[in-house]
């Protein structure tokens, strides 16, 4: 296994357009999340899944966005109706089941960069 | 509410010097605390984490990192820096909620000059 990995790894769409994207974790890892980041800032949570469960969601997802984890291992998100101030770059990541302070680490992946005209 | 602050948006140093990327912290409770490294259109590598123990964490490539629980920082440190080294850091805490999500710092940009 080489790591979370995220489809596509660029997106160029119209105002208005739906998107979807693709994130696969590390294998077993139970822990999944959503992460935005914009141009001269940190990246900022979007949403959280443990196995299949969304049991967080960020104001910052608002209505257009969802996310699933079907089976509890490949995620996706979409956006619906897309708008420039979605333009960003859609970062991964995993974490392990594993009990202490393994868990606590998170591995990203190399993200999604979105870009609406 | 948890949060990081880098007061520095971009630190210089030269190749051979020691280099420091400073970072602050607010969180109730005992404080979780990574840092991450950013390279060009690439995702966030994981460097080091805090999480109990001896207050001088080391990491990946050299990396180490001083937690300071009175001054409630978490500064980065290298003694010799490397061209190589530039890139875009992040540090973060780990929320308190079950989530675990990380709650980053607005990054800071290290340029190392041969």
């Known amino acids: 296994d080489t790591g979370v990995s995220q489809n596509p790894r660029h997106k160029i769409t119209k105002r208005g357009q739906n998107v979807t994207f693709r994130c696969d974790p590390i294998?077993?890892?139970?822990?999944l999340y959503w992460y935005r980041q914009t141009l001269g800032q940190g990246p900022e949570f979007l949403t959280y899944?443990?196995?299949?469960?969304?049991?967080?969601k960020s104001r910052l997802l608002s209505d257009r966005f969802s996310a699933e984890r079907p089976k509890g291992s490949f995620s996706t998100l979409e956006i619906q109706r897309t708008e420039q101030g979605d333009s960003a770059m859609y970062l991964c990541?995993?974490?392990?089941?594993?009990?202490?302070?393994?868990?606590?680490?998170?591995?990203f992946g190399p993200g999604t960069r979105l870009t609406v005209t | 509410a948890q949060s990081v602050a880098q007061p520095e948006d971009q630190v210089n140093v030269a190749e051979g010097n020691p280099l420091t990327v400073k970072c602050t912290y607010s969180v109730s409770g005992n404080p979780y605390l990574f840092w991450y490294v950013q390279y060009p259109n690439r995702g966030l590598q994981f460097l080091l984490k805090?999480?109990?123990?001896?207050?001088l964490v080391k990491g990946s490539y050299g990396f180490e990192a001083e937690f300071n629980k009175s001054q409630t920082s978490f500064h980065l440190k290298k003694p010799s820096a490397l061209v190589s080294d530039s890139a875009l850091y992040f540090c973060a805490v780990r929320d308190t909620s079950n989530t675990g999500k990380l709650i980053f710092g607005q990054g800071t940009t290290l340029q190392v000059k041969p």
């Open positions: 294998s077993e890892h139970n822990r």
């Open positions: 805090y999480i109990t123990g001896d207050n």
């Open positions: 990541a995993s974490s392990p089941r594993t009990s202490g302070a393994l868990s606590y680490e998170q591995y």
């Open positions: 899944f443990q196995n299949e469960a969304q049991l967080e």
